[in-house]
């Protein structure tokens, strides 16, 4: 089971922070729509309106304040503020076009956006854990899998050193089987030959040697 867990999460890949982007993309364009229209608006209002918008009113408020402080120094610095306010909306307006010219309402990357979010969810519920938790928690199976592959690669290890011992074994068993051999049939002829020198001419002495 854990092995098939670890090999799902391999397959599917979520990156760390990688549902947080998805999820904060997938927003995004599920109200395409509705960001573009307000960011037209806004535009409208700030700088684009025909009739009036706030730079041009800013601009009006900027002249007049720099005709008022002729006749009392004191309000130089209310034309000040009011210049600074005109900057910060010109900056504004700047901004707001800049992000609305990268709005784009894409069907395809959004329906690909939303089948991987889904995919993320559904294995979270499966792991019990939230989706932000999902890399954490397959980081975590790939360590419990390696900790058990590791037990088990010692375990090889010590079976395969065991089989080497039990064949060392084996060979030299054989070794001293062959070398006892070898004597048995040289004290076989000795004392047969000992026998026949008793007057015993067909007695035999034999010994066996068995490898077990």
């Known amino acids: ?113 939303e089948q991987r979010m889904s995919q993320a969810m559904q294995l979270a519920r499966k792991h019990i854990v939230s989706p932000q938790e999902l890399v954490a928690h397959h980081t975590k199976l790939k360590q419990e899998l390696d900790a058990i592959d590791g037990d088990n690669s010692k375990l090889e290890g010590i079976e395969q050193e065991l089989e080497a011992s039990r064949q060392a074994y084996i060979a030299q068993a054989q070794k001293l089987s062959l070398s006892r051999s070898r004597y048995a049939k040289e004290l076989d002829k000795l004392v047969t030959q000992s026998i026949k020198e008793l007057n015993m001419p067909k007695g035999k002495f034999t010994i066996d040697v068995n490898f077990c």
């Open 1 to 113: 089971l854990l092995q098939y867990q670890v090999e799902e999460l391999d397959e599917f890949a979520l990156q760390p922070g990688e549902f947080d982007e998805i999820e904060a993309e997938h927003k995004r364009l599920a109200n395409g729509s509705a960001l573009i229209e307000n960011c037209q608006q806004g535009l409208y209002l700030l700088s684009e309106g025909e009739d009036a918008n706030v730079e041009s009113l800013l601009n009006k408020a900027v002249m007049l304040a720099d005709e008022l402080k002729d006749y009392d120094p004191e309000l130089e610095i209310i034309g000040n503020m009011l210049n600074e306010a005109l900057i910060s909306v010109q900056e504004s307006a700047a901004e707001l076009q800049r992000y609305q010219s990268h709005l784009e309402l894409d069907p395809e990357h959004f329906a690909q956006l």
